[in-house]
């Protein structure tokens, strides 16, 4: 049981260390000043696909070593779970399509209230949360309709992870867009959804 939670453990950190070193601003300025422009529409489905491929180790290993189950939820309760699940993996395609400036390597790497960082434009599932991917990558892991031990210490690590991932996020974008992102925090819950929608000040 143990060397298959150290297993894990060891593929989740190895995931977490490349998703993170692909994410840092150093690594971003290198990948911009060796491709320039071409960067800006790279970067993102390369990251993603990295993400896809790195995770993919972990996913096998806890496969092979699931642990000793701890509950599994019956119906029609599991079914509400699942439903839920599919809720949040249609909230990440969303959230892309509806802020896709927050993502720009230019923006992100340009100086402070520049013309290059762009306005917030805040619109779409961003009025009501400011971090759909944290809020959707929860939803989707404790909403699994059955739990054993290795998923358990693996979804605990993970969300330590995307909290810590989620603050490291949004200092970036104060920096990026100053008081318009700090006003927007008085008004936004990160994690919770608002029951009404949030309009941007003119």
């Known amino acids: 049981m143990f060397a298959s939670i150290f297993i894990l453990v ?40 990295i993400a896809v491929i790195t995770i ?18 019956p119906s029609p309760w599991r079914w509400l779970m699942v439903a839920g699940q599919v809720v949040a993996f249609i909230v990440g395609p969303r959230a892309l399509r ?36 944290l809020f959707s990558g929860l939803v989707i892991m404790w909403l699994t309709p059955f739990m054993t ?13 995307l909290v810590i991932g989620s603050l490291h996020w949004e200092s970036r974008l104060v920096a990026q867009f100053g008081d318009q992102y700090r006003d927007y925090q008085k008004h936004v819950h990160r994690i919770i959804p608002r029951l009404k929608p949030y309009y941007e000040k003119e």
């Open 10 to 49: 060891l593929c989740l950190a190895g995931f977490a260390f490349i998703h993170s070193l692909l994410a840092s601003l150093p690594v971003k300025r290198f990948i911009r000043r060796s491709l320039g422009s071409k960067a800006d529409t790279l970067y993102m489905p390369v990251y993603n696909l």
């Open 56 to 73: 993919i180790p972990l996913v096998y290993v806890l496969y092979k070593y699931p642990g000793e189950f701890l509950y599994v939820i």
């Open 98 to 133: 509806d802020a896709p400036h927050r993502f720009k390597l230019r923006a992100q790497l340009s100086a402070p209230n520049s013309p290059e960082a762009g306005h917030l434009d805040i619109h779409g599932i961003y009025r009501w949360i400011r971090d759909p991917f």
């Open 149 to 161: 031990t290795n998923l358990l210490v693996i979804y605990i690590l993970t969300t330590v992870y």
